[in-house]
């Protein structure tokens, strides 16, 4: 059974970086993932996809300050030049066979 | 642009049923896989269903045979019927557009919400 595992939550300053991870468990290392935020009280949106090698496929309008990355099981979403609005919850969310689409528990971020 | 607009939230009863909608501009719904997505209040995000081109569906388990998905091509619209609702199914309901660089896996467009809750 495919798992994704994301840290229940992360902090950083204003103006500084932030690195989430998520992990895919085993078995299922090869998978890309797609990294969504959501801010307080809004519906997520769709930041990226990141493949097993590290391509990622950005939505309309994303910053150039996300970026995605990859290594072994963990997909990576990193942030630069923290901003307010940056604040609220990242899922990461995959497919897998007889189980559809699912999404990792989250990770809330704050932004010091 | 890309747009979803979900309606048809509220209360309802357990045991009652809800009809919502995803109204979608900016792509054509039947070119697309369409999923719904829901949210229990303080959760995290729990798939619920598609709808695939050629109108094939399929169900999380814990909506099967309550939830049916459809589509309208004419109104570009998706829908939700849900059934036999319990308290459980409270959430907010998304409907979602699946992308198609290099593979079908992941969710590129999503609409604002819509709030269902289950109370007597």
């Known amino acids: 059974q495919l798992v994704l595992t994301q840290s229940p939550s992360a902090s950083a300053s204003l103006g500084a970086s932030v690195k989430l991870t998520c992990t895919l468990n085993?078995?299922?290392?090869?998978?890309?993932i797609a990294w969504h935020q959501q801010q307080p009280e809004k519906g997520p949106r769709y930041l990226m996809k990141v493949n097993n090698d590290g391509r990622h496929v950005k939505g309309d309008g994303v910053p150039d300050r996300f970026s995605g990355s990859s290594s072994g099981a963990e997909r990576y979403l990193t942030i630069s030049s923290l901003q307010s609005e940056d604040e609220g919850d990242y899922y990461c969310q995959t497919w897998v066979t007889g189980m559809h689409w699912v999404f990792g528990g989250g990770t809330k971020l704050t932004v010091l | 642009e890309v747009q979803l607009v979900e309606s048809g939230g509220g209360l309802v009863q357990p045991g009652g049923s809800l009809r919502l909608s995803c109204a979608v501009s900016g792509f054509t719904v039947s070119r697309t896989y369409m999923t719904w997505v829901r949210q229990a209040p303080g959760k995290g995000l729990e798939w619920v269903s598609v709808?695939?081109?050629?109108?094939?569906?399929s169900y999380a388990d814990s909506v099967k045979a309550r939830f049916t998905i459809s589509r309208d091509n004419s109104k570009n619209t998706l829908f939700l019927e849900m059934n036999s609702l319990r308290p459980e199914d409270t959430a907010v309901y998304y409907c979602?557009?699946?992308?198609?660089?290099?593979?079908?896996?992941?969710?590129?467009?999503w609409g604002q919400g819509t709030l269902v809750s289950v109370s007597s």
């Open positions: 979602a557009r699946v992308g198609q660089w290099l593979a079908r896996d992941y969710f590129d467009s």
């Open positions: 709808i695939y081109t050629g109108g094939t569906t």
């Open positions: 085993s078995g299922h290392s090869s998978n890309a």
